[in-house]
């Protein structure tokens, strides 16, 4: 998620931290246990402090059920009478 939110490949990524693209996806998808020293490449790669890999997320977690109720894909038709979906 921090790579994608500062625009980054994971090639560029990987060529900043001294690491293959392999490696970085296989990082990023959890299929790997990175040493100490690859996760701090990869978090200078990314301008990011170690610490901040330990932070809480900052998202909410909303359970079913618990949400707000989201209205129906309405349709509505156009004057030439073609379906028109509301965005």
Do not use: M, Y
């Amino acid at each position: 998620a921090s790579r994608l939110a500062r625009g980054l490949t994971l090639e560029q990524v990987a060529a900043a931290a001294g690491l293959t693209e392999g490696f970085v996806s296989k990082l990023e998808r959890d299929q790997v246990s990175p040493s100490v020293a690859s996760l701090v490449a990869v978090c200078e790669a990314l301008g990011l402090r170690v610490g901040e890999l330990f932070d809480p997320p900052t998202s909410a977690i909303v359970r079913a059920g618990d949400g707000a109720q989201i209205a129906p894909n309405v349709r509505r038709r156009t004057v030439a009478g073609a379906p028109n979906s509301l965005s």
